[in-house]
């Protein structure tokens, strides 16, 4: 049973930075061996969740426009763990942050949640002077 479990966030104050960690289990094989789509999401109350980040089996990554300088994405396969950074974080950056993975299929728009079948339990962000 593959399964995501995220570390990090918490309050952050503007222009602060921050890294969420996700690690994945449960695989048949090690990320060192075969690399999948991963992303980060994130979820404001009452609102649909959006793509923030992602990287792809090539490790092309991709940003939500808002986002573009300021996040990284990044994995350590070796430690079967993708990593968030956020940096300069805004205002408008704090929210709901989820992890996703699709180790067995295919993914077509990587900032799509629906493309993604397993996810992790949520980390909240918050900004805060």
């Known amino acids: 049973q593959v399964q995501l479990s995220q570390s990090g966030g918490g309050s952050v104050q503007p222009g602060g930075s921050l890294r969420l960690s996700c690690l994945v289990t449960?695989?048949?094989?090690?990320?060192?061996?075969?690399?999948?789509?991963m992303g980060w999401f994130r979820q404001y109350p009452g609102k649909e969740r959006e793509g923030v980040a992602s990287?792809?089996?090539?490790?092309?990554?991709r940003y939500l426009e808002s986002v573009k300088d300021r996040f990284v994405i990044s994995r350590d396969n070796a430690k079967n763990t993708l990593y968030l950074q956020l940096n300069n974080v805004k205002h408008e950056d704090a929210a709901f942050y989820y992890c996703?993975?699709?180790?067995?299929?295919?993914?077509?728009?990587?900032?799509?949640?629906?493309?993604?079948?397993?996810w992790g339990q949520g980390t909240q962000v918050t900004v805060s002077s």
């Open positions: 996703a993975a699709d180790p067995y299929g295919v993914v077509i728009s990587p900032l799509s949640p629906g493309e993604y079948d397993y």
């Open positions: 449960g695989l048949t094989f090690s990320m060192d061996q075969v690399t999948f789509p």
């Open positions: 990287v792809e089996s090539n490790g092309e990554t």
